[in-house]
């Protein structure tokens, strides 16, 4: 039993006349009577009589009709609400990225979404890097921003952003003297180190580093997640930072920073989407990174 089965009995049980019921179906009055008899051999009853004249429905058919009607309304309301959903999709990007990240593309690239694509809605969601890519694989968001290595055949990535990792601590310390610092100055000192999960691999890098430099696990007392909060902590006296460069661009007053001389590892952020989900919004934004990298650059 098919939606056209159904479409082609209500119509003609409501013309009562195959010739307009053909009509209001935009088909031929042949093709509208051979559905009518497959529905009838399918449902193994007769629903209309008919002669060269009239065209009457049956009992089987009158008991039919109001079923029929409902269910064939119900399937356009679902199948209406599947369009606009369907259309409201494609014109809405949930975008994940971590607020504490500092992107350059990506202002200009929301503003020219907006002048180009006025009708994309642009849903934002404030998301460390592990998050992104679990979100991404769950089809919660559409396009996010993580650190690399992406290890997922179903995600696609364009990177974004390079950098290193940078120490930072008070203008007055005595590592200041120094045009880059190595691990093992960094033995007796009081260390604050990002959060392992919004970059495990560097953070490992790290970690490995100091072991190796002073063969023991180091004196770490903060893991921040925020990175404006760890330089704040810096400021005060707490400990030194382990930071991307790309933060270090805005320090605190009081507040500087060194290149490290035993981390040799670029760390890589990228945009991050699902490969076999290119939706109309998702290249329309992909389109304004790459427009808004080459005015950066």
Known sequence: MNIRRLKSFLAVAEELNFHRAAERMNITQPALSQQIREFETELGVKLFLRDKRTVAITEAGRIMLPSVQQAVELLEQAADAARRSGLTAERTLRLGFSENIQLPFLSPALRWVAQHHPEISIEPRDLHSDAVIEKLLNQDIDVGFAFLPVEH???????????????????????????????????????????????????????????????????????????????????????????????????????????????????????????????????????????????LN
Request: negative net charge.
């Open 153 to 295: 055949g179903d995600l696609a990535f364009r990177p974004v952003l390079d950098g290193r990792c940078v120490l930072a601590f008070p203008e007055g310390h005595p590592l200041a003297a120094m045009e880059t610092i190595p691990m093992s100055a960094l033995a007796d000192q009081r260390l604050i180190l990002f959060a392992r999960h919004l970059n495990p691999p560097l953070y490992d890098h790290i970690s490995a580093a100091l072991r190796a430099a002073n063969g023991l696990d180091q004196n770490v007392v903060y893991h921040a997640t925020q990175s404006h909060f760890g330089l704040n902590l810096v400021a005060e006296g707490v400990g030194l930072l382990f930071t991307p460069s790309t933060f270090a661009q805005k320090l605190p007053d009081g507040v500087t920073s060194r290149p490290l001389e035993d981390i040799d590892e670029d760390y890589k952020y990228a945009a991050v989407w699902r490969g076999d989900r290119r939706t109309p919004a998702v290249k329309a934004f992909l389109d304004a990174l790459d427009k808004s990298a080459l005015k």
